[in-house]
T-cell receptor
């Protein structure tokens, strides 16, 4: 199993550009999510999905879109990049068959810089 | 005020020391308490979890929950340089699969 994979690992964007961060998992997990991690802020939830065709907003959704057409893939789109979106982005997945403590599996992260 | 407070550190201790990492929280509905470990430039990985109050031990690691004080701790005995990482606490209510995260504490174990 590859687990959770993310591409690209690094990206530099200019203000106003758009891009898609890719996330895929091969564990047949129903739940997938996107977080951003900034120094001193911990992990903040951007969007999440509990299955194909179902998405919802997290704590910091503005400026981001998601879709979930398959169980495996959960791309995150930046519509018009801003310097405030400079961050490390993590995709995570878990099975919904257990309690909230059931392990979330994280990808290796995408380091995004917006100039 | 954040729902979960965690001192970001860094916390620097010599090899072999006992380490204590802590989080406080304000939501009395939290029942599941987790510790994730994150190495530099990697994603977090689940280290331990505890349900409700009490202690849980796994090798050199002990997780402790005091719901009356809304305080959780992670103790690391005989700390090793390989324990150097950021430790994030996370918690959730009974029927909610969303986790609320602390900011993470950066731990440095000096050889």
């Amino acid at each position: 199993n590859a687990g959770v994979t993310q591409t690209p690992k690094f990206q530099v964007l200019k203000t106003g550009q758009s891009m898609t961060l890719q996330c895929a998992q091969d564990m047949n997990h129903e739940y997938m999510s996107w977080y951003r991690q900034d120094p001193g802020m911990g992990l903040r939830l951007i969007h999440y999905s509990v299955g194909a065709g179902i998405t919802d907003q997290g704590e910091v959704p503005n400026g981001y879109n998601v879709s979930r057409s398959t169980t495996e893939d959960f791309p995150l789109r930046l519509l018009s990049a801003a310097p405030s979106q400079t961050s490390v982005y993590f995709c995570a997945s878990r099975s919904l068959g257990g309690p909230p403590s059931y392990e979330q599996y994280f990808g290796p992260g995408t380091r995004l810089t917006v100039t | 005020q954040k729902e979960v407070e965690q001192d970001p550190g860094p916390l620097s201790v010599p090899e072999g020391a006992i380490v204590s990492l802590n989080c406080t929280y304000s939501n009395s509905a939290f029942q599941y308490f987790m510790w994730y470990r994150q190495y530099s430039r990697k994603g977090p990985e689940l280290l331990m979890y505890t349900y409700s109050s009490g202690n849980k031990e796994d090798g050199r690691f002990t997780a402790q929950v005091d719901k009356s004080s809304k305080y959780i701790s992670l103790f690391i005995r005989d700390s090793q340089p390989s324990d150097s990482a950021t430790y994030l606490c996370a918690m959730s209510g009974d029927s909610n699969y969303q986790l609320i995260w602390g900011a993470g504490t950066k731990l440095i174990i000096k050889p």
